[in-house]
T-cell receptor
Framework: EPEVTQTPSHQVTQMGQEVILRCVPI?????FYWYRQILGQKVEFLVS????????KSEIFDDQFSVERPDGSNFTLKIRSTKLEDSAMYFC??????????????FGNGTRLTVT | QKEVEQNSGPLSVPEGAIASLNCTYS??????FFWYRQYSGKSPELIMF????GDKEDGRFTAQLNKASQYVSLLIRDSQPSDSATYLC???????????FGPGTRLSVLP
């Protein structure tokens, strides 16, 4: 079964540093997402991306965050200047079409980001 | 504010019993409802979805939806220790809208 692939699985960085989290969505999927989950808390939506532009973003997704699809396969999340509170598990997800019951989210395995 | 609520648990059931997990949502415009299972440190994996009032069965799992009461549930029959995980309820408020997740209910199936 096709999978969403995320790298790295664990990233440790110092406060103030830039990090890039990488994702390869399922090949025929058109919509891409980043969610995050702080330890012990719920899964929170960050941003959705379609046709090479952001389609929706949450209040969490401020100017420190950006997303990019630099080529035909990768989808990246950049955090420009990390803060301690950015420590979380970041999940990439994709859907074949706009999200609904016919097009549920398929998650990658996640990148655990630790900011020290 | 679109809210999805779940009892945090833990919900403990003996092996072989039925586990019942509940979820309520605030937005009456919600269209479809999903149950994901999440093992500790892992990503959510889709169990099943439902979008019409009533019951939907898939193997040992049954989802129940009552839109008038804004309530969705998941029943797990013949619970196994491997079912021990956190179960996330997710709601899609409309076509093209993103999913809102509940906080999850931790289920523990005791051998």
């Amino acid at each position: 079964e096709p999978e969403v692939t995320q790298t790295p699985s664990h990233q440790v960085t110092q406060m103030g540093q830039e990090v890039i989290l990488r994702c390869v969505p399922i090949s025929n999927h058109l919509y891409f997402y980043w969610y995050r989950q702080i330890l012990g808390q719920k899964v929170e939506f960050l941003v959705s991306f379609y046709n090479n532009e952001i389609s929706e973003k949450s209040e969490i997704f401020d100017d420190q965050f950006s997303v990019e699809r630099p080529d035909g396969s990768n989808f990246t999340l950049k955090i420009r200047s990390t803060k301690l509170e950015d420590s979380a598990m970041y999940f990439c997800a994709s859907t074949v079409d706009q999200p609904d019951y016919n097009s549920p989210l398929h998650f990658g395995n996640g990148t655990r980001l630790t900011v020290t | 504010q679109k809210e999805v609520e779940q009892n945090s648990g833990p919900l403990s059931v003996p092996e072989g019993a039925i586990a019942s997990l509940n979820c309520t949502y605030s937005d009456r415009g919600s269209q479809s409802f999903f149950w994901y299972r999440q093992y500790s440190g892992k990503s959510p994996e889709l169990i099943m979805f439902i979008y019409s009032n009533g019951d939907k069965e898939d193997g040992r799992f049954t989802a129940q939806l009552n839109k008038a009461s804004q309530y969705v549930s998941l029943l797990i029959r013949d619970s196994q220790p491997s079912d021990s995980a956190t179960y996330l309820c997710a709601v899609n408020i409309g076509y093209g809208q993103n999913f809102v997740f509940g906080p999850g209910t931790r289920l523990s199936v005791l051998p």
